[in-house]
């Protein structure tokens, strides 16, 4: 077993400024991912994928020593002001490192969810995807299962689910940074081009209790919101542990009421505080 | 060709008069080439709600020993509806597991999962 790297920065608390605001975080919660598309500059992603060459572990810890790595991709700007909104502030950066190093082409992989997942409102942790390269249809990006964060399952009992509806690939350009709730149901989609494809993941760990601090807007009203359909869920579904994630994430207490009580969805927005509408989160009184 | 239709053809023939030996030793030629017993496909059909009009969410057919997912886009996938499939002689073998639907507050997997079969 190789010893530990010795670096002030690997896994310590880091802080700067959030950029998400209250939709983006309501969002988050409902989706279980978000994209950054192509926030890394083009030339700390050529020199990840030359270090990944040079260090083609599945584990390359090798970059969380790399004060050019740090800056540039677990620090960056955007991913890391997405990480600090949904994770409070000084959040851990991450101590371990994964490179998902594919020899394409390869066929699709099957759905999971990441072990040691657990159903919960709470957002402890973020697990983080960065793409050093451009992420085309032929290489087989990841796919990803919008809001499957909230749908409980074994990985060993989901083998025989293939071809999704509702399926989002990760099609995006070299620097791009997509962070999800861990028990998102994903996949490597099938491969049709040549050639070796990284994708390095991550984790980022909250350690303030939290609250309402990414970008508010103080008029933003959460009553009655919309709610398209889910399909495989039942109406609203997917919208009430969201709904709990988010009243978690804004420290506030929630217990969904039922009946037309929040998040329950409404065509039009009566003016007025829907009922079961945590304190915090009211416009109207 | 269908076993059925193959000897309704034979017997057409003897009719005729035009049946012969040649006409069975090709079949027996065929038989001998390779496999001719039917083997089972498998449709698993993801759906919405437990119905079998429900809209399909989530297909893959395995066939001739391998597992194909199907189109990539939905709207050429073979079928849009569980009753589809049946109609298209499909027999359903699974049906949704009513107990896991149970749990007031979970969702749990995707959808009603349908598993159909064909012996062809």
């Keep these: 077993m190789e010893t530990s790297l010795q670096q002030p920065e690997i896994g310590l608390p880091y802080d700067c400024e959030p950029t998400l605001n209250d939709e983006q975080v309501i969002e988050f919660c409902r989706r279980g991912f978000l994209m950054l598309e192509g926030v890394v500059g083009d030339e700390i992603n050529k020199r990840t994928v030359a270090f990944c060459d040079e260090n083609p572990s599945g584990q390359p810890l090798e970059f969380l020593t790399e004060d050019w790595f740090v800056d540039g991709v677990l620090k960056n700007p955007e991913s890391a002001g997405a990480v600090r909104s949904l994770l409070g502030r000084d959040f851990k950066l991450p101590g371990n490192m994964s490179n998902h190093r594919a020899e394409c082409p390869t066929p699709a992989q099957g759905w999971h969810r990441d072990g040691g997942s657990i159903y919960t409102p709470r957002l402890d942790y973020l697990q983080v995807f960065y793409y050093p390269q451009d992420a085309t249809p032929e290489m087989g990006p990841t796919e990803v299962l919008p809001g499957s964060h909230f749908r409980r399952c074994k990985s060993n009992f989901i083998n025989h689910v293939r071809n999704v509806k509702m399926t989002e690939k990760t099609t995006a350009p070299a620097g791009t940074i997509f962070i999800t709730v861990y028990s998102i149901w994903h996949r490597k989609g099938k491969s049709t081009w040549t050639g070796i494809r990284n994708l390095l993941k991550y984790c980022y760990w909250r350690t303030a209790e939290p609250c309402r601090d990414w970008i508010v807007d103080p008029d933003h009203v959460f009553s009655w919101p919309e709610t398209p359909p889910e399909p495989g869920f039942e109406q609203f579904r997917s919208e009430i542990p969201a709904a709990r994630m988010f009243s978690w994430l804004c420290g506030e207490e929630f217990e969904h009421v039922g009946g037309q009580g929040w998040p329950c969805g409404s065509p039009r927005t009566p003016a007025c505080d829907q009922p079961g509408l945590p304190e915090g989160l009211k416009r109207y009184t | ?120």
Excluded at chain 2, 36 to 64: N, T, W
Aim: with cysteine.
């Design chain 2, 1 to 120: 060709m269908d076993h059925r239709q193959q000897v309704r053809e034979w017997l057409d023939k003897l009719r005729d008069g035009t049946l012969v030996e040649g006409d069975l030793e090709q079949a027996l030629d065929r038989l001998n080439g390779h496999s001719d017993e039917p083997r089972q496909k498998l449709l698993y059909l993801q759906a919405h709600k437990s119905g079998v009009d429900a809209d399909v969410i989530g297909m893959s057919i395995v066939e001739s020993g391998e597992i194909n997912e199907g189109p990539e886009d939905p709207d050429q996938w073979p079928y849009k509806t569980v009753l589809e499939a049946m109609n298209d002689g499909w027999r359903i073998i699974k049906f949704p597991d009513m107990t896991l639907m149970l749990q007031d507050e979970e969702t749990y997997g995707l959808g009603c999962d349908f598993v159909l079969e064909k012996w062809e």
